[in-house]
């Protein structure tokens, strides 16, 4: 990646400001408390805990109405929820769905159906229930969200906080997963449209590309805890930043995964510099866990993983030459 053009397109002109959403948050929490946790709510039951995450496809599902296809968006909102269950050391078991519509349809309310249950089998977690509510006066076409139950020993979870020391082992992603699509569906649409012919063999046009699935990391949850993982980062909004989440250290990332041809796409339409794409879209690593540095090695080779980097005193994230 190499824009640096500071005049470019930024997530806050495309109209999503990552600070302002993250103080409304903080505002909203403050009221009303809730259990412990940062990507899961956690709610001690006794032996255990029983975790919750909750959210939706975004405007991901602007691409879905363009092309006429629902029928990944489903498999984007079981991930989102299920892959932050993952980073707080909490197998996914159950999810329900909120399918909000400004008026009925059975096609892509099947279509919906369709990628809910894929992503269901694939994390290997129970539909238990959904609401599909008819809201003509506050929604214009739909909005998809869902919440996933999980459940972890108490010394099953991840401590949530990296050491100084540990080794970043990262996980490669399948594209843009549901975050950063505001910024991305500008960019696709400043000088064509999602219909445009794609220049690769993975995709026939655009919005193919930018449709392709969130990928799911429940696979990892067995090795991530074999590995004594000390936090973990579900790479979501705000882009590398999420690494932060893990403690307040530096975090040194010299390796991470090639970012897809989505990317490139992106930052070449929208003259999106090389920062704002990496405090936007994940860039190819879509979950980072910091692990003891002598257990490193047996989680890459148990797992599609690599090390991707390491944890030091400090602070910010250095990647790629840039300093976020």
Not at 28 to 57: C, E, F, H, K
Not at 280 to 306: I, K
Request: net charge negative; with cysteine.
């Amino acid at each position: 990646m190499t824009n640096d053009d500071s005049e470019g397109m930024t997530y806050a002109d495309a109209g999503v400001d990552i600070e302002a959403s993250e103080a409304a948050t903080a505002a909203l929490v403050a009221q009303v408390g809730g259990g412990s946790g940062d990507y899961a709510g956690l709610l001690d039951i006794g032996d255990r805990y029983l975790g919750l995450a909750t959210d939706g496809v975004g405007t991901k599902l602007l691409v879905a109405e363009a092309l006429g296809d629902y029928s990944t968006v489903g498999i984007d909102c079981i991930a989102m929820n299920a892959n932050d269950l993952v980073a707080a050391g909490v197998r996914p078991v159950a999810f329900v769905d909120y399918l909000a519509v400004d008026a009925p349809d059975e096609t892509f309310a099947e279509q919906v159906g369709q990628g809910l249950a894929a992503g269901a089998e694939e994390a290997d977690i129970e539909l238990v229930g959904g609401e599909t509510a008819v809201m003509p006066e506050v929604i214009n076409g739909l909005d998809l969200a869902g919440t996933c139950a999980g459940l972890a020993k108490k010394d099953a979870i991840f401590p949530g906080e990296a050491e100084e020391g540990d080794a970043l082992v990262g996980f490669p992603s399948s594209g843009i997963h549901s975050n950063g699509l505001t910024l991305a569906r500008k960019a696709a649409t400043a000088d064509g449209d999602y219909d445009d012919a794609w220049d690769g063999d993975d995709y026939d046009t655009v919005g193919e590309a930018l449709l392709e699935p969130t990928r799911l990391y429940t696979y990892l949850l067995d090795d991530l805890r074999a590995a004594e993982t000390n936090a973990a980062a579900h790479v979501t909004g705000g882009g590398w930043t999420n690494l932060e989440r893990m403690g307040e250290f530096r975090y040194v990332v010299d390796d991470a995964f090639d970012p897809q041809p989505v990317f490139e796409f992106v930052q070449e339409r929208g003259g999106v510099s090389d920062e704002e794409m990496h405090t936007t879209f994940n860039m190819g690593t879509g979950f980072v866990a910091a692990v003891p540095e002598a257990n490193a090695e047996a989680l890459v080779e148990a797992t599609d993983g690599r090390v991707i980097g390491r944890v030091e005193a400090g602070d910010g994230v250095s990647i790629r030459g840039l300093d976020l």
